[in-house]
Nanobody, 127 residues
Framework: QVQLVESGGGLVEVGGSLTLSCSVS????????LGWFRQAPGKEREGVAC????????TYADSVKGRFTIVRDNNKKTVNLHINSLKPEDTAIYFC????????????????????WGQGTQVTVSS
């Protein structure tokens, strides 16, 4: 069974940068698509960035395109989210998630499709 542990959250000023890391353990990472999701207080969980098993294709929410970059390293068993130009509306708990899928599956970012979740890491952007 895959287990996910996020790290790297914190308090950051508007316009700042942050890298969130997710360590994957328990099984081979290669069989899983991975994604980063976030949930702000009073809002539904939102998929922000997802990546295919090979890492060759990614998808981003419109609100983060050009600012967020998802990168996976199957050898190191990690998936990172690089965040630039932080905005107050980026404040949320960020979750790493995994779903087992076929190799050619597109990088969909629907949280209902992801079955394995980390505990989350808080990102707070101060204005």
């Amino acid at each position: 069974q895959v287990q996910l542990v996020e790290s790297g959250g914190g308090l950051v000023e508007v316009g700042g940068s942050l890298t969130l890391s997710c360590s994957v353990s328990g099984y081979t990472i290669n069989y899983y698509a991975l994604g980063w999701f976030r949930q702000a207080p009073g809002k539904e969980r939102e998929g922000v960035a997802c990546i295919t098993r090979s890492g060759g294709t990614t998808t981003y929410a419109d609100s983060v395109k050009g600012r967020f970059t998802i990168v996976r390293d199957n050898n190191k068993k990690t998936v990172n989210l690089h965040i630039n130009s932080l905005k107050p509306e980026d404040t949320a708990i960020y979750f790493c998630a995994a779903k087992r899928t076929i190799l050619t599956a597109p990088p969909t970012c629907d949280s209902d499709d992801y079955t394995i979740w980390g505990q989350g890491t808080q990102v707070t952007v101060s204005s």
